[in-house]
């Protein structure tokens, strides 16, 4: 069973202040992993994808990364609207298109 | 393109009652998914759909949940009788043809808020 573990699971951080957000995942064999925004009251907003360890996706102030372990999203100098919850997210292959989600961090960025 | 339309997007009711949730998905849309979220929690799939044939309720309580896609389009959750444990926000979600889905994977509506008391 594919299973997808994020920290940390709340984050709080000064505008302008760059972190990371961890992803780490166990799956039979990886096909692709996601990166989700979401905002309260929302559903969640596709990001990244990412198939291969090596691999980097870039967006405004967010860049993900893929290792054979884990991912990592890297916020640069975040702003006050960069807060939300960011989900990562696993495909494992098989005759249904399913994605497994973590529990997801809480980024807050305070101004 | 517009988006996965889901109705309601509240619903308060008292267990043992029932309540139902509506999805449209993003038109040419074959497979169609329904996630629970609790809150604090990333999204669990139910039930999965591609057309109007299930491929995968292994997460689905039987017992009092049921789902159905006539037609191959809209979609139908429902929950019989509801508990308090269920009380949790209900995601619809589409996703594309296989050539289409590199850079789309999966489009979620804003989902159904239910609060069981």
């Known amino acids: 069973e594919d299973q997808v573990t994020q920290s940390p699971e709340a984050l709080r951080l000064q505008e302008g202040e760059s972190s990371s957000l961890n992803c780490s995942y166990t799956?039979?064999?990886?096909?692709?992993l996601f990166w989700y925004r979401q905002d309260p009251g929302k559903g969640p907003e596709f990001l990244f994808t990412?198939?291969?360890a090596g691999e980097e996706k870039e967006k405004e102030r967010l860049k993900a990364t893929l290792t054979k372990k884990e991912s990592f999203l890297h916020i640069t100098a975040p702003k006050p609207e960069d807060s939300a919850t960011y989900l990562c997210a696993v495909y494992s292959g098989g005759s249904n298109y399913k994605l497994t989600f973590g529990k997801g961090t809480l980024l807050t960025v305070n101004p | 393109e517009a988006g996965v339309a889901q109705s309601p997007r509240y619903k308060i009711i008292e267990k043992r009652q029932s309540v139902a949730f509506w999805c449209n998905p993003i038109s040419g849309h074959a497979t169609l998914y329904w996630y629970q979220q609790i809150l604090g929690q990333g999204p669990k799939l139910l039930i999965q759909f591609q057309n109007n044939g299930v491929v995968d309720d292994s997460q689905l309580p039987k017992d009092r949940f049921s789902a159905e896609r006539l037609k191959g389009v809209d979609s139908t959750l429902k929950i019989q009788p509801a508990k308090l444990e269920d009380s949790a926000v209900y995601l619809c979600?589409?996703?594309?043809?296989?050539?289409?889905?590199?850079?789309?994977?999966?489009?979620f509506g804003n989902g159904t808020r239910l609060t069981v008391t």
């Open positions: 990412l198939y291969s």
């Open positions: 799956v039979s064999g990886l096909r692709g």
């Open positions: 979600a589409s996703s594309p043809p296989v050539l289409l889905r590199r850079n789309s994977p999966l489009h």
